[in-house]
């Protein structure tokens, strides 16, 4: 079985065009994609939306989502530390992904107890797919 990982999620670059009722452009922006690979950092963001994804999805209370975003923040950089330490593929590597998603998965069961950490299990799939529709 493929470990589980949490806060990993393929991204795309958010464009963010500024737009004024006032002045208007004669050219459109470049519109400027990012390719992420297994190898690349996972973004911040990632954490940050992931967290939003579960508060709505398992009505989470203010104080679980604040911890969960602190738990998936850390796992995420864990992971980033990680594929700078070792090579991309390595056993090394993937050793240290199944140690840091361990540790984040008895994290977040204390967080959110039983009933909801199944909930979040069942739902993994659900809500990464609403991750990626968030960030395109």
């Given at each position: 079985m493929?470990?589980?990982?949490f806060?990993?999620?393929?991204?795309?670059?958010?464009?963010?065009?500024s737009?004024s009722?006032?002045?208007?452009?004669?050219?459109?922006?470049?519109?400027?994609?990012t390719?992420?690979?297994?190898?690349?950092?996972?973004?911040?963001?990632?954490?940050?939306d992931?967290?939003?994804?579960?508060?709505?999805?398992?009505?989470?209370?203010?104080?679980?989502?604040?911890?969960?975003?602190?738990?998936?923040?850390?796992?995420?950089?864990?992971?980033?530390?990680?594929?700078?330490?070792?090579?991309?593929q390595?056993?090394?590597?993937l050793?240290?992904?199944?140690?840091?998603?361990?540790?984040?998965?008895?994290?977040?069961?204390?967080?959110?107890g039983?009933?909801?950490?199944k909930?979040?299990?069942?739902?993994?799939?659900?809500?990464?797919?609403?991750?990626?529709?968030?960030?395109?």
């Amino acid at each position: 079985m493929r470990p589980v990982r949490f806060a990993v999620v393929l991204s795309l670059s958010l464009t963010a065009a500024s737009c004024s009722i006032f002045h208007h452009r004669d050219k459109a922006a470049p519109v400027v994609e990012t390719v992420r690979t297994a190898d690349s950092p996972t973004p911040p963001t990632a954490a940050r939306d992931l967290a939003d994804v579960m508060a709505t999805d398992l009505q989470l209370t203010p104080e679980q989502t604040g911890r969960v975003r602190s738990i998936l923040s850390n796992t995420v950089a864990q992971a980033n530390a990680a594929k700078e330490k070792f090579p991309p593929q390595s056993p090394q590597l993937l050793a240290e992904q199944k140690r840091i998603n361990a540790a984040s998965q008895r994290e977040l069961q204390q967080t959110l107890g039983p009933v909801k950490f199944k909930q979040f299990i069942a739902n993994q799939r659900k809500m990464a797919a609403e991750m990626q529709q968030r960030q395109k």
